[in-house]
Antibody
């Protein structure tokens, strides 16, 4: 299993970024996919999850209405569109495939998003 | 607002046993929250240890075990080793489908 995030970088408050995660090594369209973030020196924060066919998505309260998760099963890729970014969105963003029983399974190495 | 609480830090001697817990501000933790546990060493991505309360992920040593203790989820490490020194996080699946991580426990082995 490989999960490779991209799209991170530095953006001013109020700006937008789109993260991508290229997946391989498993049957992508049968797995939920998550985004989890970690602010510098802080703990893990679950951000969002999308089901296998992209028909259902759930968001943490802290990002609902600003972030949108989506997926392209033809490209084995999941995305996180982040709008109206705030300083407190600064974090490493991890792409994670869904494990059994609503858990997180395999983790990518993460991509750093800095809002300043 | 629902909060998931873990001990901020814990210490265990090499070879010893330690139990880390995961509590919910609004309810008792039960199997219906599908608690899972993750290990993270500095500078690394997390690793999944336990899912569905007590099932070990592939390759996880059997010195790691999960359970429900009273009204909390628990992660027990039996025979702690030096390389178990890490941050540990629990994750709970909530009504409505959102998921919440605990604040994490920093485990020291000394």
């Amino acid at each position: 299993v490989q999960l490779v995030e991209s799209g991170g970088g530095s953006v001013q408050p109020g700006g937008s970024l789109r993260l991508s995660c290229a997946a391989s090594g498993f049957t992508f369209n049968t797995y939920w996919m998550h985004w989890v973030r970690q602010a510098p020196g802080k703990g893990l924060e679950w951000v969002s999850r999308i089901d296998g066919d992209g028909s259902s998505a759930v968001y943490a309260d802290s990002v609902r209405g600003r972030f949108t998760i989506s997926r392209d099963n033809a490209k084995n890729t999941v995305y996180l569109q982040m709008n109206s970014l705030r300083v407190d969105d600064t974090a490493v963003y991890y792409c994670v495939n869904g494990g059994r029983a609503y858990s997180c399974g395999n983790w990518g190495k993460g991509t750093l998003v800095t809002i300043s | 607002q629902t909060v998931v609480t873990q001990e901020p830090s814990f210490s265990v001697s090499p070879g010893g046993t330690v139990t880390l817990t995961c509590a919910l501000s609004s309810d008792s933790v039960s199997t219906t929250y599908y608690p899972s546990w993750y290990q993270q060493t500095p500078g690394q991505a997390p690793r999944t240890l336990i899912y569905n309360t007590n099932t070990r992920s592939s390759g996880v040593p059997d010195r790691f075990s999960g359970s429900i203790l009273g009204n909390k989820a628990a992660l027990t490490i039996t025979g702690a080793q030096a390389d178990d020194e890490s941050d540990y996080y629990c994750l709970l699946y909530m009504d409505g489908g959102i998921e919440i991580f605990g604040g994490g426990t920093k485990l020291t082995v000394l």
